[in-house]
């Protein structure tokens, strides 16, 4: 099962260093509504990703249908990986919106607010439900060739979201400190980092699938 918590901080650090428009709103909510705004919207975001986890592995496991075509779907999901991470590294931009300095007082119903719109912002994202359905796919092909499948499936997601979670907690603690340091030069930087970084794990799983083939 170590390679199953290997695999799951991997993942977890690539999504926690991914550049999209959750940091930029985690920086925002820590810095104009506070740090319990910050820990509010994260919590909201923490939630939408166990959502898309169970999601994505509820349509995931319908392909246990045509596992007998396991190298097929992990084949599919590499391509997927490579592709996502060409355009990251090449096409991928971010616009940085200004941020205000005046912090207001909040209530608790201004908190669920931004609880909810941590949520959303993330679970609407299309994007994170193709990236989600893509690792899940490849994860339950090396789950089935684990001896406790179910408990590999377990510590790779809980290790991953847990990380991303604790990532996005230091965000806010850290929320005027990084500000200054997403410059457009900085991002282009990162967002290559983490083509590059899906390009080999991509890369990593066709290699794999086409030599046992």
Known sequence: MFEGFIKGIVLGFLLAISV??????????????GHK????????????DVTVVVVCNFFSALFKAVLSHQQALAIIGGIFLVGLGVYTFFFKKEDI??????????????????FV?????????P???????????????????????VQYKIIVFGTCLLFVLLSDILKVQLAGYLKPKLTQKNLHRIN??????????????????????
């Open 117 to 125: 719109s941590g949520y959303l912002i993330n679970i609407l994202n």
């Open 20 to 33: 999209g428009p959750v940091i930029f709103a985690i920086i925002k909510q820590s810095i104009n509504n």
């Open 97 to 114: 919106d200004e941020i205000k300095t005046d912090i207001k007082i909040l209530r608790k119903r201004d908190l669920v607010g931004i």
């Open 37 to 48: 705004a910050g820990y509010f919207f994260v919590a909201g975001i923490s939630l939408s």
């Open 192 to 213: 290559q980092f983490v083509g590059l970084l899906m390009i080999g794990f991509g890369a990593f799983l066709l290699v794999k699938q086409l030599l046992h083939y």
């Open 127 to 149: 994007g994170i439900f193709l990236f989600w359905l893509a690792w899940a796919t490849g994860i339950m092909v090396d789950a089935a060739t684990q001896e406790h499948p």
